[in-house]
């Protein structure tokens, strides 16, 4: 067989992605009436801020909690806020 | 439920998956339209979002395991080629192919053979996985972003899909790089950094190598040491991106979203430290970064900004230094009195005139040899005294970018005073070159025209890890 023929094993250079566990996400509202949704924002203020101003002057009848950094890194809620809290708006915008 | 940029999507999709969360629901913002409009567009289906009733493939839970198979083709060596060549059209924010397994260059096919010829150069098995060699190293994004502090052993996950790697997944790459085998202890040492290439901004990846290990496998450290010419320069250079790619997954416009990019990473960037070349008792990265002075490391980092430098023409330099002729002179007000004089003092006016930040000063032997003469008897004194230069007024401080987010929108702690940032003065004095000295850096190689590069390496320093290449041998 000529050496241009000769068939070789190519080996796979991409990296191992290690198995994962999937969740459900949680489950939603019916309503947000009375409720305490979470604002966690390490996104953009010219985004955040108007939105958290609306959020509280159309729905005030929700318990609008926040916590933000500058940073890429979310502030992590406590475990005791965990319990509290019924739903979770993450804003990345980077 | 998540909000983020439409150029997003493909990250978003993979950070959630890796998450465990692939169902996540987002919502679009807008890089372009003001605040409040974009509130508009997106209120109603961000609260949509929160109270629509789960679909039943968003109840759904399992696991996620990925086929993974050892050999990836078969086929005769052209073939091969084809085969690894191939490329992928990335839609938005691209709509360009892209390709899978390279940097789009042809590549040595990694043959079973060739890969074990190239396991020839370290004592590890080739199933090893990559792990953290010492304690508290971290990968250099890790390390960057406030992660925890990494411990001996612990798995290396290379950014930005956080997968991991084998020591045989690295010497594929190093083998599609065009490595020898004596580069491969250098490329693992390399791989122990994770391989980061973020961020959306501007992002240069490069490595330096300082040690025995520089002239052991024939590096250029001296004239042109950036260029191409040199084997082990630019095959290892491009093995950090292949592994980017490969053991990383940064695929641009998919996970790998630098905005227009950056030439340090077209074909990658490798050099070393002209250890002969430093001055008395200057320290090479090694021992600067706790190694012996008989060890080699290399030093991976991201860098954030640009760079500059030449600043002296032709010539201009040594007349500055020889006789005090020239503009260099005149600027310094040294016209007619020979050197040595510290030039640095010709560059600071510049350096930190439209954006603030750390700096990476890469300076050929002699101009180091300057610097000693003058007085600097280390390299920590010379970093001291570009640092104590950088102060300026906090009010100064306050009309650059960076800032707002470095200070957590102002509402952190400034460093030097420990107060809060919002109750110092606007005539408060600030470093606008990190937060202390040593964030900055300096590499001495390179040849014997008179150069400085600096390298604007971000407010912090950028990103950086450096690891042990003997670890790997």
Not at chain 2, 93 to 112: K, S
Not at chain 2, 355 to 372: D, N, S, W
Not at chain 2, 422 to 445: F, H, Q, R, T
Request: charged content about 25%; proline content about 7%; hydrophobic content about 35%.
């Amino acid at each position: 067989m000529a050496e241009k023929d000769k068939v070789y094993k190519c080996l796979n250079p991409v990296g191992i992605q290690m198995p994962v566990n999937t969740f459900p996400l949680a489950p939603r509202i019916d309503s947000l009436d009375g409720k305490t949704i979470h604002l966690s924002i390490c996104g953009e203020p010219d985004i955040t801020i108007p939105l958290e101003k609306r959020l509280k002057s159309d729905y005030s009848n929700v318990n609008w909690t926040q916590k933000k950094t500058y940073g890429i890194n979310p502030v992590r809620l406590s475990d005791e806020e965990m319990k509290t809290t019924d739903g979770v708006v993450l804003g990345v915008a980077w | 439920m998540v909000i983020d940029f439409e150029d997003q999507d493909e990250a978003l999709k993979q950070e959630a998956l890796a998450r465990g969360v692939p169902n996540v629901r987002w919502v679009h913002a807008s890089r372009h339209v003001p605040g409040p409009e974009d509130v508009d567009t997106l209120i109603e289906p961000m609260l949509e979002a929160l109270t629509r009733p789960l679909t039943e493939k968003e109840k759904e839970s399992g696991r996620y395991e990925p086929p993974w198979q050892r050999v990836l083709f078969e086929g005769t060596l052209d073939e091969a080629q084809t085969f690894y060549q191939q490329t992928k059209v990335i839609p938005r924010p691209l709509n360009a192919p892209i390709a899978i397994y390279t940097d789009g260059l042809p590549i040595i096919v990694p043959t079973e053979e060739r890969v074990a010829e190239m396991l020839k150069g370290t004592s590890r098995k080739p199933g090893e996985v990559i792990t953290y060699q010492s304690d508290g190293r971290g990968t250099m994004m890790d390390r960057h972003l406030g992660g925890e502090p990494s411990k001996k052993g612990d798995v290396v996950q290379f950014q930005p899909q956080n997968w991991t790697a084998t020591v045989e997944k690295v010497a594929i790459n190093a083998v599609m790089a065009g490595c020898k085998p004596e580069h491969l202890p250098v490329v693992l040492a390399i791989a122990e950094s994770g391989c980061g290439t973020s961020t959306t901004v501007f992002s240069n990846q490069w490595v330096c190598v300082s040690g025995p290990i520089v002239k052991e496998i024939g590096m250029n450290c001296g004239t042109s040491m950036l260029n191409p010419g040199n084997p082990a320069n630019a095959a290892i250079g491009r093995a950090y991106q292949l592994m980017a790619i490969n053991l990383g997954g940064a695929i641009s416009g998919v996970s790998r979203m630098s905005s227009i990019g950056s030439p340090f990473n077209m074909g990658g960037v490798c050099f070393a430290e002209n250890i002969d070349g430093l001055p008395p008792g200057w320290k090479g990265l090694n021992e600067e970064h706790g190694f012996k002075k008989d060890e080699s490391v290399v030093m991976a980092r991201i860098t954030e900004g640009g760079i500059e430098g030449a600043q002296f023409s032709p010539g201009g330099y040594r007349a500055f230094q020889k006789s005090g002729h020239g503009g260099i002179a005149r600027r310094l007000d040294v016209k007619g009195i020979p050197g040595p004089h510290n030039w640095l003092e010709y560059l600071v006016p510049g350096l930190w005139a439209n954006r603030e930040g750390t700096r990476t000063f890469i300076m050929v032997p002699e101009m180091a040899q300057h610097l000693y003469e003058i007085g600097f008897k280390s390299k920590e004194e010379v970093c001291e005294w570009i640092w104590k230069k950088s102060f300026i007024p906090l009010k100064e401080h306050k009309n650059y970018s960076w800032p707002d987010l470095t200070t957590d929108g102002w509402m952190g702690i400034e460093k030097t005073s420990g107060k809060h940032w919002k109750e110092l003065p606007d005539d408060y004095m600030v470093p606008a070159a990190g937060d202390k000295p040593s964030d900055n850096c300096i590499i001495v190689g390179g040849g014997e025209e008179e150069v400085c590069l600096e390298i604007s390496a971000g407010p912090a320093g950028g990103f950086s890890s450096v690891n042990s290449i003997d670890a790997w041998r």
